[in-house]
């Protein structure tokens, strides 16, 4: 384990297998010199240490990667697949969860209301109303990465007699919103984006100045993809010049530091990467992880290897 699980999956796995949790190491050089003809498996999430070739390299025996996550930008799997090793995620089991998160935070954004909370707790309300907000009618919603959990939140937001279009790499078959291969100029049609893109190169600070520029004032940016989507910098300069509205943002470029700029603004909502945050829904995921590694080691292939890393039954 690089890092640590919920005792749900970890205990599981301590079960089935012997684990080493790496990130206790404090020298890890000689944690992994030490482990290094032993370890067939690694169970990976989060930040904690990077799985790319570095660790590859350590680790020679190595087969396969067990990510605890539907994104992997933690993990790289171009080069796991470059030396046949399999790495899987945990898509599916987090979609639904993620995509209500998604909606609470944007009416949480829209609605302002962790600062309407705030303006009741401090006692304002006796000396008056909450000014009047912004509000969902009428807005025109862009989705960025209109994938899985995409796909879900446009689903959720059809209920609310929105407008949805949406930017990815490709057109989606199966839906009929509009869609733009260029998300300048999708930013400049909507007032509202939603980004549930993946991270990684291909997408690193793709909402950057210009598209925030074509929002324009009355935009609003929801983030529960990863943060490295967003040119952060950028968007605490759209927020504080007020060129943009507001935001609502669950994910960061540098988590769990959130920049001291952003926290300094009220006029934004944010949240500490809780998307897929339930009891429920991390069992789930964390079902997968172990259910992954139990099949791989039962010799029956990965249930949910990610695209880099195919596998055919031989
Ligand atoms: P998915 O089904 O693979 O969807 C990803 C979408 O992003 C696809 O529609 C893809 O479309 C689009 N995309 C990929 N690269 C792009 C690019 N360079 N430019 C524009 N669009 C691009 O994945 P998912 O299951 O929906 O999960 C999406 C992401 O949500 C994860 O990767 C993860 O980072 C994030 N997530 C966050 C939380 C949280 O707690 N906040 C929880 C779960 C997941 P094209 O291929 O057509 O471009
Ligand atoms: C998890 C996520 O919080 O699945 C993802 O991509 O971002 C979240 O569900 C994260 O992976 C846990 O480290």
């Keep these: 384990m690089t890092g640590p699980l919920m005792a749900y999956a970890a205990d599981q796995l301590k079960e089935r ?3 080493h949790e790496l ?11 030490e482990l290094k003809d032993r370890v067939r498996g690694v169970a990976g999430g989060g930040a904690h240490i990077k799985i790319d070739g570095a660790l590859f390299d350590a680790l020679p025996k190595l087969e396969v990667v067990s990510n605890f996550g539907v994104g992997y930008d933690n993990v790289d799997a171009a080069e796991a697949g470059r030396r046949g090793l399999i790495v899987t995620n945990t898509p599916d089991v987090l979609t639904d969860e993620v995509a209500d998160l998604a909606i609470g935070l944007l009416l949480a954004t829209v609605r302002q209301l962790p600062q309407v909370d705030r303006y009741l707790r401090e006692g304002k309300w006796l000396a008056g109303a909450y000014p009047l907000t912004t509000s969902l009618r009428k807005r ?14 446009a689903h959720r937001l059809e209920a609310f007699g929105v407008e949805i279009a949406y930017h990815g790499r490709s057109r989606q078959a199966d839906v009929a919103y509009r869609y733009y291969p260029s998300l300048v100029e999708m930013a400049q049609d909507v007032d509202t984006l939603v980004s549930v893109a993946p991270g990684g190169d291909s997408t690193y600070r793709i909402i950057n100045a210009e598209v925030l520029e074509a929002l324009g004032p009355n935009g609003i940016v ?10 952060e910098p950028a968007l605490i ?14 994910v960061f470029e540098d988590e769990p530091r959130v920049p001291a700029e952003l926290i300094a603004l009220d006029h ?10 339930s009891v429920h829904t991390r069992e789930q995921m964390g079902q997968l992880l172990v ?6 080691f039962d010799g029956k292939g990965p249930l949910t290897p990610v695209v880099e890393t195919p596998w055919k039954k031989a």
Excluded at 140 to 147: E, Q, S, W
């Design 17 to 19: 297998f012997t684990v």
């Design 23 to 33: 990130w206790k190491a404090e020298d890890k050089a000689a944690a992994l010199a």
């Design 140 to 153: 025109k919603i862009g989705i960025v990465g209109l994938g899985r959990i995409g796909k879900a939140v």
């Design 222 to 231: 929801v983030n529960v993809g990863r943060g490295t989507v967003i040119d």
């Design 237 to 250: 300069k759209a927020l504080q010049d007020k060129t943009i509205l507001s935001a609502g943002l669950d």
């Design 268 to 277: 934004v909502v944010l949240l500490p990467h809780v998307g897929s945050a």
């Design 291 to 296: 259910d992954n590694l139990k099949s791989w």
